[in-house]
């Protein structure tokens, strides 16, 4: 859901958990809207975004009849020398 004003984007995706994300590419991974887990399962997805700015501070709230069993985790950037060996 993009967020424009004249100064700021700001775009999030849902995507898969198991999606690479790059911040210095394009994100490649394509959004999902639903999805579905059996009971006592663990389903996991995570919340790619993007912004025209640098956003050293993000506040993240969760709105949700599930709210006590939803537990949230934060991974910020994993500095990578050699991300890729197809050229090797």
Do not use: H, W
């Amino acid at each position: 859901m993009p967020i424009t004003d004249a100064e700021l984007q700001f775009e999030t995706r849902c995507i898969s958990s198991l999606a690479k994300v790059f911040a210095d590419g394009e994100l490649l991974e394509r959004p999902f809207r639903e999805a579905s887990a059996l009971a006592n399962e663990t389903y996991s997805f995570q919340v790619a975004y993007r912004s025209s700015r640098l956003l050293k501070s993000l506040t993240v709230r969760i709105e949700s009849p599930l709210q006590e069993c939803i537990m949230f985790r934060s991974v910020g950037l994993v500095p990578a020398e050699l991300a890729d060996l197809r050229g090797s």
